[in-house]
């Protein structure tokens, strides 16, 4: 009884040392990392509202600009929806495959496969995108072939948490409708890390971006951001509509007619 009684209190006792010991580690990154006093530099506020104002008038009068952002926009997409079909067609066939525990293969192949995919998820698409330019050149081919490996193992992720957290749901219906609808939802965010694997050489609009700010050129740079929060954006809002919608489908009916 008394061991039984004593077992609360120690649970109780670790939580408030957790917490304390997290507070303790926030106030010293605090204090080793944000040192306010250099931000607040007067040369620093002049040339921080300089820039600032000339960002907030993106140069949306002018055609050509507006021309060759709406192209980059457009690679940049390209790259996105490119990297994110291919990620979740092999996502799919790899959760299929790993996800098979009466299979003596499936259950060797996803040992092998979950260190591979803790790899991958670790190093960011733009580490991955430096070493790929080194192979195929500088352009959108290194920021897709980035981005799918990054984004593969990403998906395999999330459809696998999908499928053991909604046993009740078959195969055919995962493949038909809840794996898709977690592709689309996740292109945003594709799209967001499209945006700016530019800024190394992987294509689309990172690349006009850093090239107006190298040249000081706020008022394009300026265009180039507001073009990434319209599009990237309501490509977000879009995106969690219709996964709310997939969340919302009869799935009694949608079991029975799989």
């Not at 008394?2 to 917490?19: A, H, L, S, V």
């Not at 530019?198 to 008022?219: A, N, R």
């Amino acid at each position: 009884m008394n061991t039984q009684q004593e077992r609360p209190k120690i649970q109780t006792w670790m939580r408030i040392i957790f917490w304390i010991g997290i507070l303790v580690f926030f106030i010293y990154s605090y204090q080793s990392i944000m040192k306010i006093e250099t931000i607040a530099l007067p040369q620093r506020k002049v040339h921080i509202v300089r820039v600032l104002t000339a960002l907030s008038k993106p140069n949306i009068s002018n055609s050509e600009t507006n021309r060759l952002v709406a192209i980059k926009m457009i690679e940049t997409f390209q790259i996105a929806f490119l990297a994110t079909t291919i990620s979740a067609l092999l996502a799919s066939l790899l959760t299929f495959i790993s996800a098979r525990p009466s299979s003596i293969w499936g259950r060797v192949f996803n040992y092998i496969l979950q260190p591979i995919l803790a790899v991958v998820r670790a190093v960011h698409p733009l580490i991955t995108c430096m070493f790929i330019i080194l192979l195929a050149g500088i352009g959108s081919k290194s920021g897709v072939l980035a981005l799918t490996v990054y984004s593969t193992a990403v998906l395999i992720g999330e459809f696998s948490e999908y499928a053991q957290g909604h046993m009740s749901l078959n195969w055919p219906l995962l493949f038909k409708v809840f794996f898709p609808g977690l592709t689309f939802k996740y292109l945003s965010v594709n799209f967001l890390i499209a945006s700016v694997l530019g800024l190394i050489g992987g294509g689309g609009i990172g690349l006009s971006l850093i090239q107006s700010i190298l040249l000081l050129d706020y008022h394009n740079a300026g265009t180039a951001i507001l073009a990434c929060i319209i599009a990237i954006g309501g490509l977000h809002l879009i995106s969690r509509a219709v996964w709310f919608r997939v969340q919302k489908y009869n799935l009694p009916e949608l079991i029975e007619h799989a």
